[in-house]
């Protein structure tokens, strides 16, 4: 025998090392399979705002509306095209949330001023001169009382301000007049000892000026008294039966669901980049380097294992291709537990006539045994089952009713032969006879020997299964148990890998102990969780 010639390395760049597409079904992936994680953490969140809901009690809001108003000297006058520019709402909406509004508020309602201004929000609208006014407290009273008195303080504090702008205003200009009025009587009195008429001319002209503008200051003056310093007025004052329930809490659950699922996708991706598992054929061929052997999907409704058979028979071709017996094949799987496999195969192999035995060190033999059964009476085809009638024993006739020539036929006793006792003590006692343990194709059954088809499947340990052609050997798992590296040392094996639970780094230090062990595997079988 000669080596064969090793093939030569694939090029770099080849398809079989290019990394693939990320899709959104690959994205999807990890959320699906650790679906359990992310349902939990969404019922956290969803039981943590509910929480939330029930124990802290609501708060009620009420609102009060203020209308903002330009101050005018003639409230009848047309506006003019600024007038949507004539208040600046933002210095209203400081002064409504100023220290001096908070004050009268706590003043007049009690409380802390810092509670109060975390509990009064003021909304401005867009292009528009309104304030709303928006109080919160625990109960519906408090909060209408609150809004409307907050609303009532702004409008105080507003005309104050501008009662003190006009007795400002009008304290200078009374100054004035008073000083006017002064240099007035001081020209009349002169004017009265003015002989010469030029000077007299002289005097009566700036006397007229100042006439003048002692008018121009009176009219100035009555034109300020006349200012309206009403900054605005209440348009719509909090009532109970307007009040709501504050932070719309319902919502509170729908964030609590979304928010839980969302940490449970993060947690997801994060176990699954520490806990990687074997999702895919490509994950197991990346895992091994082993060819696939096949695949045994788990049947969409429990009940229905026809598909999951197809897949353990076209197992048992791939298998049956690859070795020559006497053979010795170790079903070897990291953690987990092969038994439905080997038991599917095992029936799968003896279906074609061969004569299978069973290994098993670890006290499944009986859940081997029941699994066999179970699968033998899911065969497509019994060869085992005659197709047409046995033909009759030579000799024997069949008696017509009515016939000339046949003898009379003797109608079976009811009673059976010792069912009555005899009276007779001579008489002798007639012993059913006891049937042969010998099936129909003639061979004779063992015990421990479940036919299947042309062939059979035996069961025992390791030991027991020295001088059989077919050995299956249900290995137990090798993280805890070397025996099925070592029976697969004196054979061959078959790496089980279950999708969605073994571990690939379990899958590769397997692997690694087998070729290190010197044992070359037939490959690999993707199998799923949850066989029927």
């Known amino acids: 025998m000669t080596d064969a010639t090793p093939g030569p390395w694939p090029p770099e760049g080849s398809s079989s090392t290019a990394p693939g597409t990320v899709t959104l079904t690959d994205l999807l992936r990890v959320p699906l399979h650790r679906l359990r994680l992310v349902a939990a953490v969404a019922m956290v969140g969803l039981l943590a705002a509910l929480g939330y809901v029930l124990l802290v009690p609501a708060a009620m809001s009420a609102s009060a509306v203020v209308a903002v108003r330009p101050v005018v000297t003639d409230a009848f006058t047309p506006s003019g095209a600024g007038a949507d520019r004539a208040v600046n709402m933002n210095v209203e909406s400081g002064i409504a949330t100023g220290t001096e509004v908070v004050q009268r508020l706590a003043d007049s309602a009690g409380g802390d001023p810092r509670d109060i201004r975390n509990a ?4 401005v609208p867009t292009g528009g001169q309104i304030l709303r006014f928006t109080y919160q407290a625990g109960d519906a009273q408090r909060a209408v009382q609150s809004a409307n008195m907050a609303a009532q303080a702004y409008l105080d504090v507003r005309r104050t301000m501008y009662e003190q702008q006009r007795a400002e205003m009008l304290r200078s200009y009374d100054a004035s007049i008073t000083k006017v009025v002064a240099q007035q009587a001081a020209l009349q009195k002169r004017a009265s ?19 003048n503008q002692l008018t121009q200051l009176n009219a100035a003056r009555t034109e300020i ?9 209440v348009t719509q004052t909090a009532e109970k039966a307007l009040v709501t ?43 091994t380097g082993l060819p696939l052997l096949g695949t045994v999907r788990r049947p969409p409704l429990r ?6 058979d197809a897949d353990i028979r076209y197992v048992a071709m791939a298998v049956a291709e690859r070795v020559r017996q006497p053979a010795r094949v170790a079903l070897v799987t990291a953690r987990e537990d092969a038994t439905a496999l080997t038991a599917g195969l095992a029936v799968a192999l003896a279906a074609d006539g061969r004569e299978v035995f069973v290994a098993d060190d670890n006290g499944r033999v009986e ?40 003898a009379a036929t003797r109608r079976p006793s009811p009673h059976p032969p010792g069912a009555r006792p005899s009276t007779d003590p001579d008489a002798t006692l007639t012993l059913p006879r006891v049937a042969s343990a010998r099936p129909e194709n003639g061979r004779v059954a063992d015990p421990d ?14 030991r027991q299964g020295a001088d059989h052609g077919l050995v299956l050997f249900n290995a137990p798992p090798a993280e805890s148990d070397e025996r099925g590296v070592a029976v697969a040392r004196q054979g061959s094996a078959v790496v089980v890998v279950e999708r969605d639970r073994t571990r690939q780094s379990d899958l590769r230090r397997l692997v690694e102990r087998l070729r290190a062990a010197g044992v070359t595997p037939l490959g690999f079988v993707l199998t799923r969780n949850g066989r029927a």
């Open 120 to 123: 009064l929000e003021v909304e």
């Open 193 to 211: 000892t003015v002989k010469d008429t030029a000077a007299g001319d002289a005097v009566v002209a700036e006397l007229a000026g100042i006439n």
């Open 225 to 233: 008294a006349a200012v309206d310093v009403n900054p605005g007025w």
């Open 245 to 287: 329930s504050a932070g719309h809490r319902p919502l509170y659950l729908v964030a609590g669901l979304l928010g839980g699922a969302l940490i449970g996708i993060v947690l997801a991706y994060a176990w699954e980049s520490t806990d990687r598992r074997v999702r895919s054929v490509v994950d197991g061929r990346d895992a």
């Open 303 to 308: 009940g229905s294992p026809r598909a999951v």
């Open 367 to 406: 859940r081997l045994r029941a699994a066999v059964l179970a699968d033998r009476g899911r065969l497509p085809i019994d060869p085992s089952r005659p197709l047409v009638p046995k033909p009759r024993p030579a000799g024997s006739t069949s008696t017509v009713a009515g016939g000339a020539d046949g």
């Open 449 to 462: 020997e479940v036919t299947v088809g042309v062939g059979s499947v035996r069961f025992g340990t390791w």
